[in-house]
C-alpha cells in the first residue's frame, strides 16, 4: 500500500540508550517532516526536509539528529534518550505544492523509562 | 513564526446536531493553507478538509464545512449531523511556505 510506513510501532528505551525512528514513504514526495505528539500540545515539529540531503530544524529540535540521502528515507535519530523525549512520535510527507497537506505515519509510541 | 491556537480542549455534541470547532492563527503571510486533521483513537492522522486562503468560499466536504475569516485569522470547523465515527480528536494546522504548524486539539465526545 502506497504512504507513510514508520517503524517501530512501540518502544521503550532507557535513559541515555540511543536508537533510530525508521519513516519511508513510496509517494515520490518532496516534503518529509518528524513530528512529536503530546498531551495538551498538539504536533510540534521536530525536523523537517524540503529533498534529498536537505534538512532544518524545527520548532523542538534538541536531542535529535536526522538525515536525508533519499527521497523515499527519512530517519529520525535519538542520540541519548531522556524521560523527556516520551511521545508519540509521527513522520509525515507531503508533494512540495503547500497547497497539499501532509500524509501521516501511523505513529510510534516511544517511552523512555 | 505562525502560530496556531485552538481554544477549545474538550467539545461534546449529541448525535444528529450540529458542532463548531474553533481555530485561530498568527501569521504575516498573505498566502497560505489552513487544514483540520481528524484523530481517532487509532491515532492515524485523517485530512478532514482544506481552505486556500486566496479563496474567498468557504471550503466543504459533505458533513464538514469550515468558516473562513481572513481578516480574523479565524478559521473554524462545522461538523453537521454529527455520527458517533466523528469522535475524535481535531487539529487545525497552517501551511504557508514550507512546514505545516498544528494546534493543542480540541477532543470531541458524541453522544448517542
Known amino acids: 500500500n502506497a504512504g507513510v510506513t514508520q517503524t517501530p510501532k512501540f518502544q521503550v528505551l532507557k535513559t541515555g540508550q540511543s536508537m533510530t525512528l525508521q519513516c519511508a514513504q513510496d509517494m515520490n514526495h518532496e516534503y518529509m517532516s518528524w513530528y512529536r505528539q503530546d498531551p495538551g500540545m498538539g504536533l510540534r515539529l521536530i525536523h523537517y526536509?524540503?529533498?534529498?540531503?536537505?534538512?532544518d530544524q524545527g520548532e523542538v529540535p534538541n536531542g535529535y539528529n536526522v538525515s536525508r540521502s533519499t527521497t523515499e528515507d527519512f530517519p529520525l535519530r535519538l542520540l541519548s534518550a531522556a524521560p523527556s523525549q516520551t511521545s508519540v512520535y509521527f513522520c509525515?510527507?507531503?508533494?512540495?505544492?503547500?497547497?497539499?497537506?501532509?500524509?501521516f505515519g501511523s505513529g510510534t509510541r516511544l517511552t523512555v523509562v | 513564526a505562525q502560530t496556531v491556537t485552538q481554544s477549545q480542549p474538550e467539545m461534546s455534541v449529541q448525535e444528529a446536531e450540529t458542532v463548531t470547532l474553533s481555530c485561530t492563527y498568527d501569521?504575516?503571510?498573505?498566502?497560505?493553507?489552513l487544514f483540520w486533521y481528524k484523530q481517532p483513537p487509532s491515532r492515524q492522522m485523517i485530512l478532514v478538509i482544506r481552505q486556500e486562503a486566496y479563496k474567498q468560499q468557504n471550503a466543504t466536504e459533505n458533513r464538514f464545512s469550515v468558516n473562513f475569516q481572513k481578516a480574523a485569522k479565524s478559521f473554524s470547523l462545522k461538523i453537521s449531523d454529527s455520527q458517533l465515527g466523528d469522535a475524535a480528536m481535531y487539529f487545525c494546522a497552517y501551511r504557508g511556505g514550507g512546514d505545516m504548524r498544528f494546534g493543542a486539539g480540541t477532543r470531541l465526545t458524541v453522544k448517542p
Open positions: 526536509s524540503v529533498g534529498a540531503g536537505i534538512t
Open positions: 501569521t504575516s503571510e498573505s498566502d497560505y493553507y
Open positions: 509525515a510527507s507531503s508533494p512540495g505544492t503547500p497547497r497539499d497537506g501532509y500524509t
